[in-house]
């Protein structure tokens, strides 16, 4: 099994900008799908972006696309999620998660198909 810590979340203004970070305890995620997630109180749990390993081709949900941006840091083993113009709707918690399946589009929606994942990191947007 493997452990995966997010980092990154923090208080931010509307508008603001947050980078979290995904690794992996002892191990490399350049051979995993990873997604993040996020969850808001009262919410169901969204898929928010995935990436796949070989081909890293990247999927995200309607409501972050030009705003948010996965990335592998494949010196470090990590995954990166990069969102800007942030919302206050968008405070949750930011979940990542690993898979060694071959997922393709089902790693945005089917949350199931992951087997690990991490404690999450808070996302807080307000003024």
């Known amino acids: 099994q493997v452990q995966l810590v997010e980092s990154g979340g923090d208080l931010v203004q509307p508008g603001g900008s947050l980078r979290l970070s995904c690794a992996a305890s002892g191990f490399s995620l350049d051979y995993y799908v990873v997604g993040w997630y996020r969850q808001a109180p009262g919410k169901e749990r969204e898929g928010v972006s995935c990436i796949t390993f070989g081909d890293g081709y990247t999927y995200y949900a309607d409501s972050v696309k030009g705003r948010f941006t996965i990335s592998r840091d494949n010196a470090k083993g990590t995954v990166n999620l990069q969102m800007n113009s942030l919302k206050p709707g968008e405070t949750a918690k930011y979940y990542c998660?690993?898979?060694?399946?071959?997922?393709?589009?089902?790693?945005?929606?089917?949350?199931?198909?992951?087997?690990?994942w991490g404690q999450g990191t808070q996302v807080t947007v307000s003024s």
């Open positions: 998660a690993a898979s060694r399946l071959a997922l393709r589009s089902s790693c945005l929606h089917d949350a199931y198909k992951y087997d690990d």
